[in-house]
């Protein structure tokens, strides 16, 4: 069942009502997850007519935290600080001899 959106919703946000966002019950999370880890680029299209462009690469060992994370964890520093605590308590592995040693 379709929800109607009301006009006063349009004024409220600036939005108006000839944008059509119903393409987006088709869209998939996570569908430029890997092209975007990959690396991108951003074309800027100025008003003198230039076009600079950025590329974009996440830098070795960078993690993207689900939005559900990120509510808790909003720094590198609060991420790093939960993690070695469960690093604290993981057992630690006994040194085994190879066998026939």
Do not use: C, W
């Amino acid at each position: 069942m379709k929800k109607a959106v009301s006009k006063q919703i349009y004024d409220k946000e600036d939005m108006k009502p000839e944008y059509d966002f119903s393409s987006m019950k088709k869209a998939a999370r996570g569908k430029y997850y890997n092209a975007y880890r990959a690396g991108h680029k951003v074309v800027i299209h100025q008003a003198d007519g230039t076009t600079p462009v950025q590329y974009f690469k996440l830098a070795e060992g960078a993690v993207i935290l689900e939005p559900d994370v990120r509510k808790y964890f909003t720094s590198s520093e609060s991420v790093n600080k939960a993690l070695r605590s469960l690093i604290a308590i993981i057992p630690k592995k006994k040194k085994t001899s190879a066998p026939g040693k």
